[in-house]
């Protein structure tokens, strides 16, 4: 171990029941701030990076953990999943017990998410459901879950950088960071003037339009500000013209998600925080109008 | 309500009963003032023009509609009950104050270009037409209703309806309009109904 790192918080990337795709996020990262991150850090061990120290070590040592990220599902049942020989559930409620804080990295760690879905193993869980309050006990702060499939690494650096700096964030209902978990992906979109006029996009990728009705968009159910916080700098599902399937949710991965459900062509779920009367009586009413410059291409 | 608001309420139900009986153009603004016993000057100090007071009009007689339906969609009873008990009131508006629906056949619906700006679409309808789309996605909903576009699903229920004003209104009805109510009604829910 260098000199210099002796100070820095000691972070544990734990992989339970995933496919990894998590990682491949974060390690897609803006460079800068994987650089920042690096130098702040001291991530000690990841399954899918070179590391000092191998699982069986961390298990037996008496290391200190500040930070364990623990990304997918975990399970208790031998016969579908092992690492080291042992379950999930026995591997993170022993690392549990050296950390100081635990951060589920990803839906799956969070809720079970698509692992949950298999029907041959009901036991699949997400961190908080897994493990029970005397398993927690020693943590300094209540677990945080990171949803997401997958996480925008943004999201894993602020949180971290938050935490090291002023030890505690605000968690929404569902254990969320309220400062990344109190927008809606619909904030940002840049089909929002679409929404408010009912101009559908009748297919994936187009400039125009917007999905909420014929292509499932949750972007007005969904928390997360990933049209806030872009992909790669760069874009979003929904700014690129793929509907936001409501990734950071409880239900995620819900049935049929490029589809809006309807009934008699009314949307069952209306956006949030809107009753079903006012909406429809407002939509009902904007689409009627037909405004000649939405219904053109904006590059022609 | 202000008084200028019930006197304003109150010109628009005697230009219902002109426009209905007389057409939107044979009537003209004198003639509702002398119905109303006012001047014509003063008139215009409550509706700048025919064509605004036709436009309130239309909203002023959809809503009672709305307001109708909306304590029934409120209520807890099925979906089928809902078209029933609709039905019932929509004849009873018929017949208490014919003018009402007969605005709608033989003014809004013939003289759609009075109502080009302003009304546009479901603009000046569209309380009630939002208490339709309520009972029609919750009977969608708890599968009462079978899944089909709402135009359709919607014409349904209004062409029925409509339609039987406007028997009434041609007097060629030989019982009294409510006592069809429960078979309307049964024609509209079996049009709309869930079938496995
Ligand atoms: S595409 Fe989705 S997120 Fe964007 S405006 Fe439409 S509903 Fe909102
Ligand atoms: S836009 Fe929706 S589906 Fe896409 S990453 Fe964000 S929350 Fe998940």
């Known amino acids: ?300 | 309500m202000s008084s200028k608001e019930e006197k304003k309420n109150s010109i628009i139900e005697n230009a219902l009963k002109l426009f209905s009986k007389k057409g939107f153009y044979n009537t003209t603004i004198p003639d509702i003032a002398k119905a109303m016993s006012m001047s014509v000057g003063n008139m215009y100090n409550y509706f700048k023009s025919k064509e605004e007071l036709a436009k309130f009009a239309i909203k002023y007689s959809t809503n009672i509609l709305a307001t109708d339906l909306k304590k029934i969609n409120e209520m807890d009873a099925s979906s089928k009950e809902k078209i029933f008990l609709f039905t019932k009131k929509y004849l009873e508006n018929v017949q208490k104050s014919p003018e009402i629906i007969e605005y709608f056949l033989r003014v809004y619906l013939s003289n759609r270009e009075v109502f080009q700006e302003g009304c546009e679409g479901f603009l000046c309808v569209s309380e009630f037409v939002t208490e339709v789309m309520i009972l029609l996605d919750e009977g969608a909903a708890k599968k009462e209703f079978r899944q089909q576009d709402f135009f359709p699903a919607f014409a349904m229920i209004m062409g029925a309806l409509g339609g039987f004003a406007f028997l009434s209104g041609e007097q060629v009805l030989d019982k009294d309009i409510i006592s069809y109510s429960d078979d309307v009604a049964e024609n509209i829910y079996r049009a709309l109904k869930y079938e496995k």
């Open chain 1, 1 to 300: 171990m260098k000199n210099n790192e002796r100070n820095k918080p000691k972070i544990v990337w734990l992989q339970a029941i995933t496919c990894n795709g998590n990682t491949h996020s974060f390690l897609s990262a803006n460079v800068n701030r994987l650089k920042l991150f690096l130098n702040s850090f001291d991530l000690i061990y990841h399954p899918s990076l070179t590391t000092d120290i191998l699982l069986d070590d961390l298990l037996k040592k008496d290391e200190e953990i500040d930070f364990l990220l623990v990304e997918g599902a975990i399970s208790s049942n031998k016969e579908f999943f092992q690492l080291s020989n042992q379950t999930t559930n026995e591997i993170l409620k022993k690392l549990v017990l050296k950390s100081k804080y635990l951060i589920a990295v990803g839906s799956c760690a969070s809720y079970g998410g698509v692992h949950k879905k298999f029907e041959q193993n009901n036991n699949i869980l997400g961190l908080q459901e897994a493990l029970f309050e005397h398993d927690t006990s020693t943590l300094k702060h209540p677990i945080v879950n990171l949803t997401g499939c997958p996480v925008h690494p943004e999201w894993i650096f602020q949180t971290l950088f938050s935490l090291k700096e002023y030890k505690q964030i605000a968690l929404d209902e569902k254990g969320r960071p309220k400062e990344i978990y109190s927008y809606l992906a619909h904030h940002g979109c840049t089909r929002n003037e679409y929404f408010e006029w009912k101009v559908e996009a009748n297919s994936f990728g187009l400039k125009e339009g917007c999905l909420f009705y014929e292509q499932g968009c949750r972007g007005p159910m969904t928390h997360s500000n990933c049209n806030k916080i872009l992909w790669n700098d760069v874009n979003s599902k929904t700014r690129a013209g793929m509907p936001c399937i409501g990734c950071t949710e409880f239900d995620f991965p819900r049935n049929n998600m490029l589809e809006t459900k309807k009934n008699i062509g009314i949307p069952d779920e209306v956006p949030l925080g809107v009753s079903k009367r006012a909406y429809l009586s407002i939509a009902g009413v904007a689409k009627t109008f037909k405004i000649d410059r939405l219904n053109e291409k904006i590059i022609k």
